[in-house]
C-alpha cells in the first residue's frame, strides 16, 4: 500500500477458515489465516494469507467501484496442496455497516469466519506483531545481502545538475536449496531515495518489538561548507550506507516486505500463482 494508507483510514479484516490436505497417509485439516487491508479513503487493498502478502491482490476499490472479486490459487510450502481462495469487497451502498464496505472470503468454496478480534499468537507475530514469529516467516530460509559497492557523479537529469548515485547489489540466497528463489539485482539510488525507503520500513515496523531499535539511516548534510560531491566525503558516506543496509538485512520479515523487494527490485518468493 502506499505512504498514505498506512496511517490514514486503513482497516484490516481478519477472516479464519481451514484447509483439508490429504495424502497417503491420511487427511490433515490446517488453520488458515486471511487478512484484508482496506483504505477506505484511497482505495487502496491488499489480501495477505499467513501473514503474508499476495502481490497481485493488490489494487484499488472504492465506493464507486462496484464488486471487487479476487481469485487465486496459494500454493504455500507449509500447504501439501494448492487450495483456491476468493476474496469479494462490496461496497455498502445501503450503508448497513460503518465502514461503508462489506467483505467475504471462502476457501476451496468454503465460507471462512470473520473474526477481528484475532489472538493467535502465530498471526500477531506473522503480521509483525510484538510475538516472535520467525518460525513461521517463510523468508527464514533466505539469506539477503546488499552490497553498497561504488558510487558516481551524474548529470543526465532533466536539469543537468550533478548528483551522486550508489551502485547497489543485492543477493538473495536459499539456504536449504541452491536452486530455489536465488537471484541477485543491480540498482543505482541517490542518497535521499535510500533515506525514503528507511521511513517507508520504519512505519512498517512500528507495530512491532523491533520499533525502538530500528536501524537508523545515516545522517543528511546540512552544512553548506562542506562538498557533497568530495571523495572522502562520498566514500564515508557508501560506508555508513554499507553498514545501515546490513543491519536492514538482518530484521526479521524484511524478506517478504513488498516495499524493500520493489527497492532492491528482487521478485517476491514464489509463493503464490494467479488462477
Known amino acids: 500500500m502506499d505512504i498514505l494508507s498506512r496511517h490514514l483510514g486503513t482497516v484490516s479484516k481478519n477472516f479464519v477458515g481451514f484447509i483439508t490436505n490429504g495424502s497417503k497417509f491420511g487427511r490433515r485439516r490446517t488453520q488458515i489465516f486471511i487478512t484484508v487491508r482496506h483504505n477506505h479513503i484511497t482505495g487502496s487493498r491488499q489480501v495477505l494469507v499467513n501473514g503474508t502478502s499476495v502481490p497481485f491482490s493488490r489494487g484499488t476499490t472504492t465506493i464507486f467501484s462496484g464488486m471487487t472479486e479476487i481469485e487465486f490459487v496459494t500454493d504455500l510450502l507449509e500447504f501439501e496442496n494448492e487450495h483456491k481462495i476468493r476474496v469479494v469487497i462490496l461496497p455498502d451502498v445501503w450503508q448497513s455497516v460503518s465502514e461503508r464496505f462489506l467483505y467475504t472470503v471462502d476457501v476451496d468454496g468454503v465460507a471462512c469466519v470473520p473474526n477481528d478480534d484475532l489472538v493467535d499468537e502465530r498471526l500477531k507475530a506473522l503480521n509483525g506483531?510484538?510475538?516472535?514469529?520467525?518460525?513461521?516467516?517463510?523468508?527464514?530460509?533466505?539469506?539477503?545481502?546488499?552490497?553498497?559497492?561504488?558510487?558516481?557523479?551524474?548529470?543526465?537529469?532533466?536539469?543537468?545538475?550533478?548528483?551522486?548515485?550508489?551502485?547497489?547489489?543485492?543477493?538473495?540466497?536459499?539456504?536449504?536449496?541452491?536452486?530455489?528463489?536465488?537471484?541477485?539485482?543491480?540498482?543505482?539510488?541517490?542518497?535521499?531515495?535510500?533515506?525514503?525507503?528507511?521511513?517507508?520500513?520504519?512505519?512498517?515496523?512500528?507495530?512491532?518489538?523491533?520499533?525502538?531499535?530500528?536501524?537508523?539511516?545515516?545522517?543528511?548534510?546540512?552544512?553548506?561548507?562542506?562538498?557533497?560531491?568530495e571523495k572522502q566525503f562520498l566514500n564515508e558516506r557508501k560506508e555508513l550506507l554499507q553498514n545501515w543496509a546490513r543491519r536492514i538485512c538482518g530484521l526479521p520479515r524484511i524478506g517478504m516486505n513488498q516495499d524493500f523487494l520493489r527497492f532492491v527490485q528482487l521478485k517476491g518468493i514464489k509463493m503464490y500463482m494467479e488462477r
Open 129 to 229: 506483531g510484538s510475538s516472535e514469529g520467525d518460525d513461521f516467516d517463510p523468508s527464514a530460509e533466505y539469506t539477503i545481502r546488499i552490497n553498497v559497492e561504488e558510487w558516481e557523479i551524474r548529470t543526465d537529469n532533466f536539469e543537468r545538475t550533478p548528483i551522486a548515485m550508489f551502485k547497489i547489489t543485492t543477493t538473495r540466497s536459499n539456504v536449504k536449496d541452491a536452486d530455489v528463489d536465488n537471484e541477485v539485482s543491480t540498482t543505482w539510488y541517490r542518497f535521499s531515495s535510500i533515506l525514503e525507503l528507511s521511513e517507508v520500513l520504519k512505519s512498517s515496523y512500528k507495530l512491532s518489538h523491533l520499533s525502538d531499535s530500528f536501524p537508523p539511516a545515516p545522517p543528511r548534510c546540512w552544512n553548506p561548507q562542506i562538498d557533497q560531491f
